[in-house]
């Protein structure tokens, strides 16, 4: 079965993302063998979706608290991953987005340890975040997870849950463009001003120890994590995973749909325009200002961001540094969690 071009680019650089990040092989096998065209991606998705919500339900009916919590984080992903792209609906990206994030936040009490809605003042609004505390751990160091352009919130929950085991608290959130933001405010380069809006907040919480706060960005989040760290002192550790020294840098490079999301979420009105923002996120001129450790994580097979990215966040940077490349990953080595993720955490955990 030939299938659309769009169809087999997600299929060819994501596959590996979905399956790390909570959705079932074998779900995922039988949604895309399915799929011909890119306009049958959400509902493909969005069905199953549907299935694991309704297993939810009969876990809850019967007080399997445990089984529940584990079906609404499937329906959760489903729901995401049938959105994450499918800018070109905004009736279905919106319809997904609200599902994916009502899932989870059903979910939320659920989780060992569990977890709390929170929602975090950033100028004239409010974004939306869950933060959650390891167990028997007194006032712990918190990191702060942060999405990219297609993920969202709910999406970093099997990261967190590696933090989470070493001790450390999580706090996860859609800023501007992310998630359920996406559809109030639009992709900002000035990202460092967000990163500061959440460490403001961490002040006033008294179950974590806002002294230590540690970031951990994802894709187009390296870039949002550097520009924090570059501009906030109070960071203690910064993890950079996959990002842009410069997001316009490979424009032309970018996979199509990537370049068509951006465009929709940073307000573009066409790609030109889309381009010349994309190159306004930059860390030209701030990465020098990097000065706590950072970890920069890269896999040299990634098509999303090129590996020169990398290297220029790390010759860039100030501080202790480390740089961590695979030589099999693909975009966030999501081929390859096991290498990065446990590592990372407990780069994290020690310099926290």
């Not at 990040?21 to 979706?49: A, C, H, P, S, V």
């Not at 297993?55 to 959105?83: D, I, P, V």
Request: net charge negative; charged share 25%; proline share 4%.
């Amino acid at each position: 079965m030939l299938k659309d071009a769009r169809v087999q680019s997600a299929i060819n650089n994501w596959a590996p993302r979905f399956v790390a990040n909570g959705i079932d092989l074998n779900d995922f096998r039988k949604i895309t063998d399915k799929l011909e065209t890119w306009d049958q991606w959400f509902d493909g998705f969005y069905e199953m979706g549907i299935k694991h919500e309704e297993l939810a339900k009969s876990a809850l009916e019967q007080k399997r608290y445990r089984s529940a919590a584990t079906h609404l984080f499937q329906a959760s992903m489903n729901f995401h991953f049938g959105k994450y792209l499918f800018v070109h609906d905004r009736k279905k990206l919106v319809l997904g987005s609200e599902k994916a994030a009502s899932c989870y936040r059903q979910a939320m009490p659920l989780f060992s340890p569990l977890g709390t809605e929170i929602q975090i003042s950033f100028e004239k609004s409010l974004l939306p975040g869950y933060l959650r505390l390891p167990k028997e751990v007194v006032k712990p160091a918190v990191v702060i997870i942060v999405c990219g352009l297609d993920s969202t919130k709910e999406e970093m929950h099997n990261i967190a849950e590696v933090l989470l085991d070493r001790g450390l608290a999580t706090v996860v959130f859609d800023g501007p463009g992310q998630g359920e933001t996406e559809f109030t405010q639009n992709i900002r380069a000035d990202y460092e001003k967000v990163i500061t809006a959440v460490i403001d907040f961490l002040e006033t919480t008294v179950e974590v120890n806002a002294s230590r706060v540690g970031l951990m960005g994802v894709s187009l989040g390296g870039y949002y994590v550097c520009r924090g760290a570059a501009a906030d002192k109070r960071i203690k550790a910064v993890v950079e995973l996959a990002g842009p020294f410069c997001f316009g840098a490979h424009w032309q490079d970018e996979p199509p749909l990537t370049r068509q999301a951006f465009q929709v979420r940073s307000g573009a009105k066409d790609d030109a325009e889309a381009e010349i923002l994309a190159k306004k996120l930059t860390l030209e001129g701030m990465a020098s200002n990097i000065k706590c450790p950072l970890l920069v994580v890269h896999g040299k097979l990634d098509r999303v961001i090129a590996l020169d990215e990398a290297y220029k966040i790390y010759e860039q940077a100030s501080g202790p540094k480390e740089l961590l490349l695979l030589d099999e990953g693909n975009h966030v080595c999501n081929n390859l969690p096991y290498m990065y993720r446990p590592y990372a955490s407990d780069w994290l955990a020690n310099k926290l």
